[in-house]
């Protein structure tokens, strides 16, 4: 049987000449299992933490500890935390993300831009590359890649990108692409949280302390040149400022450490059970790194943190709720993608007599289509 080297690209959709070309803008988020069942996590914890930006440990080794031990053991612990966030509608971050997505579409048709917005998750369902698959075959030849991570970390940020490349490495034809690297000092964003915040204290007051928790990463990754420790600080910086806090009323932790290996620093839980037993009355808790609620923010933080602190003495938990579909923040998240899409036709009406004479021309050049 003969045996071909020859790449092997996707079927490519019908095509016309004469057909408009459109651009859209790509929401990714990182993802969630489709059900709170041990079987739908596991499903899911294997496609994330089988990637390789997720965890830098050679594939071999890793590939015995995920599915010698993790897989095992994990699922049905992990699905019990998803039941307590789940909602009628499903997955508290899928639900945010559409809500998102069709907001943003709105927020840009207002200001005149004929752009569609779609939302992908990184892991699960509505896959990027199905995503991509479904807007190439509607005929949209330009795609801005706007990942819901603020902060740029080869974790997440890259990993997104990774999703694109593989997808355009099996296409013919691809689309023009483009990408948003982070907007963790964008000043939408931080007035979105800003507000956010202000809005939260007005109504219950202020506390002692404000934390403000990261999801953690591995320590390693700073000091191998990853930026995301770096962003997340001048985020914190600049949005203490916003808030008019000095450097003793708010402080940076990180969370959702996996494993045994030293993460960035400090920790989100051990802080809190520290800061109950020095007295600290009152806290509250902001993610600024997660732009929709999920199982590490309302499980994670609002439930198991909320209990730490409290049975280390605290008197008073507050979670702040992230920006979801925060008005303020679907206006900045519409600015960063203006300031992406420049140059691009999106406020160009479609002439439909141009594409009538264009597809009329190539028919009579010998088009079939």
Same mark, same amino acid.
């Given at each position: 049987m003969p045996f071909s080297l020859a790449p092997t690209f996707a079927k490519e959709p019908?095509?016309?000449?004469?057909?408009?070309?459109?651009? /859209? #803008?790509?929401?990714?988020?990182?993802? &969630? !299992?489709? $059900? !709170? &069942?041990?079987?739908? #996590?596991?499903?899911y914890l294997a496609e994330f933490l089988g990637d390789h930006r997720v965890v830098e440990i050679p594939r071999p080794i890793w590939w015995l500890i995920l599915h010698g031990i993790i897989l095992r053991t994990r699922p049905a612990k992990s699905a019990a935390k998803y039941g307590s966030v789940w909602t009628a509608e499903g997955s508290p971050l899928k639900v945010w993300t559409e809500k998102q997505a069709k907001l943003l579409e709105g927020w840009l048709g207002q200001r005149g831009h004929q752009v569609k917005v779609r939302y992908a998750m990184r892991y699960g369902s509505t896959s990027i /590359?199905?995503?991509?698959? /479904?807007?190439?075959? $509607?005929?949209? &030849?330009?795609?801005?890649?706007? !990942?819901?991570? =603020?902060? %740029?970390s080869a974790t997440t940020t890259a990993s997104v990108f990774d999703a694109v490349y593989t997808w355009a490495a099996r296409t013919r034809l691809i689309p023009e692409l483009r990408f948003v690297n982070h907007y963790h000092d964008d000043a939408g964003y931080i007035n979105a949280l800003a507000a956010r915040i202000k809005k939260?204290?007005?109504?219950?007051g202020k506390p002692d302390q404000l934390v403000m928790s990261f999801h953690g990463v591995p320590e390693r990754t700073l000091h191998l040149g990853d930026p995301y420790h770096c962003e997340c600080l001048k985020t914190a910086r600049l949005l203490a400022y916003q808030l008019g806090l000095n450097k003793d009323q708010f402080k940076v932790t990180f969370q959702?450490?996996?494993?045994?290996?030293?993460?960035?620093? =400090? %920790?989100t839980e051990p802080t809190l059970i520290e800061m109950g037993k020095a007295g600290v009355n009152r806290v509250d808790v902001v993610c600024p790194g997660f732009t929709s609620d999920c199982l590490e923010t309302l499980e994670e933080i609002a439930m198991e943190a909320q209990e730490a602190f409290l049975d280390a003495g605290g008197k008073e938990f507050h979670y702040i709720p992230c920006l979801n579909d925060d008005p303020a923040?679907? &206006?900045?998240?519409?600015?960063i993608a203006q300031q992406h899409l420049a140059g691009w036709p999106t406020r160009i009406p479609v002439d439909d007599k141009a594409l009538a004479a264009s597809r009329a021309a190539a028919l009579s050049l010998g088009a079939k289509q």
């Amino acid at each position: 049987m003969p045996f071909s080297l020859a790449p092997t690209f996707a079927k490519e959709p019908p095509f016309s000449h004469g057909q408009a070309a459109g651009t /859209a #803008v790509l929401l990714c988020n990182l993802g &969630t !299992p489709d $059900e !709170p &069942t041990p079987s739908a #996590v596991r499903r899911y914890l294997a496609e994330f933490l089988g990637d390789h930006r997720v965890v830098e440990i050679p594939r071999p080794i890793w590939w015995l500890i995920l599915h010698g031990i993790i897989l095992r053991t994990r699922p049905a612990k992990s699905a019990a935390k998803y039941g307590s966030v789940w909602t009628a509608e499903g997955s508290p971050l899928k639900v945010w993300t559409e809500k998102q997505a069709k907001l943003l579409e709105g927020w840009l048709g207002q200001r005149g831009h004929q752009v569609k917005v779609r939302y992908a998750m990184r892991y699960g369902s509505t896959s990027i /590359a199905s995503q991509l698959d /479904a807007l190439k075959a $509607e005929g949209f &030849t330009r795609v801005l890649v706007l !990942p819901l991570y =603020p902060q %740029y970390s080869a974790t997440t940020t890259a990993s997104v990108f990774d999703a694109v490349y593989t997808w355009a490495a099996r296409t013919r034809l691809i689309p023009e692409l483009r990408f948003v690297n982070h907007y963790h000092d964008d000043a939408g964003y931080i007035n979105a949280l800003a507000a956010r915040i202000k809005k939260h204290w007005m109504q219950s007051g202020k506390p002692d302390q404000l934390v403000m928790s990261f999801h953690g990463v591995p320590e390693r990754t700073l000091h191998l040149g990853d930026p995301y420790h770096c962003e997340c600080l001048k985020t914190a910086r600049l949005l203490a400022y916003q808030l008019g806090l000095n450097k003793d009323q708010f402080k940076v932790t990180f969370q959702s450490r996996l494993g045994r290996a030293k993460w960035l620093q =400090p %920790y989100t839980e051990p802080t809190l059970i520290e800061m109950g037993k020095a007295g600290v009355n009152r806290v509250d808790v902001v993610c600024p790194g997660f732009t929709s609620d999920c199982l590490e923010t309302l499980e994670e933080i609002a439930m198991e943190a909320q209990e730490a602190f409290l049975d280390a003495g605290g008197k008073e938990f507050h979670y702040i709720p992230c920006l979801n579909d925060d008005p303020a923040w679907i &206006t900045a998240m519409c600015e960063i993608a203006q300031q992406h899409l420049a140059g691009w036709p999106t406020r160009i009406p479609v002439d439909d007599k141009a594409l009538a004479a264009s597809r009329a021309a190539a028919l009579s050049l010998g088009a079939k289509q």
